[in-house]
């Protein structure tokens, strides 16, 4: 239980409630950044001491299948490689809130995220029920989508359903159902004039980034404080 001690929240052991952010674009200003920035201000805003990481800065691999993390007689839930995402993955085991944030690619996650998650989930997704999960605590989670196609494109294709998975996974190992945040048809370059991108309005774009991405500005702050909220109240 946390108590709220002036303007930031403390357990008993006095500490303060971290939130952390992973960024899973390669571009550290641009629309999922900036989503992730506003979730993390709206969790300050709460109280929490925030981390904004920024994957592509990272050198890493994703899961080599040495299956270490299912060794018997050993920690689980650690994953055994070592390289610079390691000191991230710990960090996230100690997090009160992840915010995962990750341009959709080829439909898909960024591989970069994609990586995260099999370096971070699969060792906690442990095939034992005699084994206990290696996270002490329950660790609420927002996801933040960002992408070229419109809302109408996204259920066409049905793609909610398909990352879906990585909410399944997310709450089996973390213990709390995520909250998603879609931000569609965002603005790619900051002038279409210079692309070959015919098949889009340069105005279109430009007038839905001046009218719907401060909404999901607003929608992502909410969401950083509703999951620092909750992570202080658990
Ligand atoms: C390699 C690559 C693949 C992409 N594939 C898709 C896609 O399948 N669907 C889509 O809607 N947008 C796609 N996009 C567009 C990005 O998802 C979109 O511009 C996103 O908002 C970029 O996030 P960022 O501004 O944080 O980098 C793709 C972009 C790149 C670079």
Request: aromatic share 12%; charged share 25%; glycine share 6%.
């Amino acid at each position: 239980m946390y108590m709220r001690r002036g303007n930031f929240i403390a357990i008993g052991r006095g500490d303060i409630l971290h939130v952390m952010a992973i960024n899973g674009s390669p571009r550290r200003e641009w629309n999922t950044a900036t989503l992730l920035k506003q979730a993390l201000a709206g969790a300050a805003a709460e109280g929490a001491r925030t981390k904004l990481v920024h994957l592509y800065d990272l050198r890493y691999r994703g899961c080599v299948s040495c299956f270490s993390c299912k060794k018997k007689g050993i920690p689980h839930g650690v994953c055994a490689m070592r390289d610079e995402l390691s000191p991230v993955l710990e960090r996230m085991q100690t997090a009160d809130v992840i915010l995962f944030g990750s341009p959709i690619y080829l439909m898909n996650l960024s591989s970069g995220m994609s990586a995260c998650m099999e370096r971070f989930l699969y060792p906690g997704t442990i095939y034992s029920d005699a084994v206990p999960s290696v996270f002490p605590k329950k660790i609420g989670t927002g996801f933040i989508y960002t992408m070229n196609m419109t809302e109408e494109q996204v259920r066409s294709y049905e793609l909610e359903q398909k990352w879906e998975i990585y909410h399944f996974f997310t709450k089996a190992v973390l213990g709390i159902e995520p909250k998603v945040l879609y931000s569609y048809d965002t603005r790619q370059f900051s002038d279409y004039t210079q692309y070959e991108s015919s098949r889009f309005s340069a105005a279109d774009k430009q007038h839905r980034y001046e009218e719907q991405f401060p909404k999901d500005c607003q929608a992502a702050r909410k969401l950083g404080e509703k999951l620092a909220q909750e992570a202080a109240d658990r």
